[in-house]
């Protein structure tokens, strides 16, 4: 089965939920064309839950360098990202999303939507 997901659009804000199985290289690639989705259409932060995606191998460090650098070049600056998923997949010293920085891409990696949109709201206020 593949991805499936649901959209929300709440003013700047595109909120993704998806589930079904998937392998690691379709789970990016789907996070890939939501930010360039998001980036098309000048939305400028993603919330994307991939908490009900199953059967996706854990990620080397080298995987998360690739995603990283994939979705940085996606966003091209424009849209922000705030990852969530199961905490077995969020790396301790959060690789994934330090490499996305040095990339350009402001992101954020979280297990509860709750500390995603948190998050994004922290980054509006600035």
Sequence with gaps: MPIESVRTLEGTLCIVRAHGASTLVEA?????????????????????????????????LVDRFLAAEDWAHASDGRVAVALVTDSAYIHPQKFGVQAAGHFG??????????????????????
């Design 105 to 126: 891409l402001s992101m954020e990696i979280y297990p509860h939507e709750a500390e995603a949109l948190a998050w994004l709201a922290e980054r509006r206020s600035e």
């Design 28 to 60: 990016v690639d789907f996070i890939r064309r939501n930010i360039d989705l998001c980036r098309t259409e000048r939305i400028g932060e993603l919330l994307i839950n991939v908490a009900g995606v199953t059967a996706v191998p854990m990620p080397t």
